[in-house]
């Protein structure tokens, strides 16, 4: 168990539709990283946030936004949604720019 | 410029065989990760390589990293069918933040 929680595992939804997929870091880590996972893409790094400032950013769509929020939980919001932004997409944190632990996913189908 | 490229693809061997991945970038590296995700699991941090010709142990895991710091491998001595999973090298972005991942090489152990 890394301690990191996401919610929630599964998530079917329509093209078109926006989602909100939560993390909760381990406790005691400032560091959120959203990571995205699919079969032709492989692991990508979407966006980083330190202690509730955006820190990195990577292959984010504009259609994806994030935050981190006073508590260090982060949200990743999509919007207008694809059917290729179905994927795995895991939360990860860590204390600083240290090796991240990874959270279980939620797994997004877009039909 | 920044990619790991990662070889081979898909290994499959007899319980006892032994294994290797290797990561290789067209650039220095100041660090590589490993990790390994089983299936149907997420990312585990297994070790991070961090100085020219560096090798460390885990029980029946050895990891390298190049004298050149642009390629690294991870080899498994007598394969379990505990194994099995994919196996991940990565590359930190800006001082650990960024993760860039390569490609993974996929392993099953047949018993």
């Known amino acids: 168990d890394s301690g990191v929680t996401q919610t929630p595992k599964h998530l079917i939804t329509a093209t078109g539709q926006r989602v909100t997929l939560r993390c909760s870091p381990r406790s005691g880590d400032l560091s959120v990283y959203w990571y995205q996972q699919s079969l032709d893409q492989g692991l990508q790094f979407l966006i980083q946030?330190?202690?509730?400032?955006?820190?990195a950013k990577g292959n984010i769509l504009e259609r994806f936004s994030a935050q981190q929020f006073p508590d260090l939980h982060s949200e990743l919001n999509l919007s207008s949604l694809e059917l290729g932004d179905s994927a795995l997409y895991f939360c990860?944190?860590?204390?600083?720019?240290?090796?991240?632990?990874f959270g279980p996913g939620t797994r997004l189908t877009v039909t | 410029g920044q990619q790991v490229m990662q070889i081979p693809q898909y290994q499959h061997v007899q319980e006892g065989e032994d294994f290797t991945t290797y990561c290789n970038s067209s650039?220095?590296?100041?660090?590589i990760q490993w990790y390994k995700q089983r299936p149907g699991g997420h990312p585990v941090f297994l070790i991070q390589?961090?100085?020219?010709?560096e090798v460390k142990k885990q029980k029946r895991l050895t990891f390298q990293f190049g004298e050149a710091k642009k390629n690294s491998s991870l080899h498994i001595t007598a394969t379990q069918t505990t194994d099995v999973g994919t196996y991940f090298c990565a590359r930190s972005y800006n001082q650990g933040g960024k993760l860039i991942f390569g490609q993974g090489t996929e392993l099953s152990v047949k018993p």
């Open positions: 946030y330190y202690n509730g400032e955006e820190r």
């Open positions: 390589l961090v100085k020219s010709g």
């Open positions: 650039t220095t590296l100041s660090n």
């Open positions: 990860a944190s860590s204390v600083g720019g240290d090796s991240p632990n």
